[in-house]
């Protein structure tokens, strides 16, 4: 069973809010890199966030840079994609996996397995 669980899509309105979570069981999220991907319909697979371990410094896809954060939660060992400012463009389905790292432990947007889980849709339309 893949230990990764995302959750907290749904339907929300232009210009609305959502925030997804991505849930690690059986290994400690700490230790790793963690990264958001969405795949939109007829499209292939992006990274657009991620976050690296100690310091817990985040990168952005220029296409979210300033309406979504990226958040880890150590003690309930969850990270979080906070999204504000939704557009249509946003319409995809979510997914959350451990990433690689640059030398110095920055997080690059490049799954370390090419594991996936199910994912959570996100549907922004009014």
Known sequence: QWPLVESGGGLVQPGGSLT???????????????????????KEREGISCISTSPDSANYVDSV?????????????????????????????????????????TCIMVPLRDNWGQGTQVTVSS
């Open 65 to 105: 840079r300033g309406r979504f954060t990226i958040i880890r939660d150590t003690a309930k060992n969850t990270v979080y994609l906070h999204m504000t400012n939704l557009g249509p463009e946003d319409t995809a389905r979510y997914y959350c996996t451990t990433t690689k790292t640059t030398l110095q432990a």
């Open 20 to 42: 997804l979570s991505c849930a690690a069981s059986g290994f400690t999220f700490d230790f790793y890199a963690v990264g958001w991907f969405r795949q939109a319909p007829g």
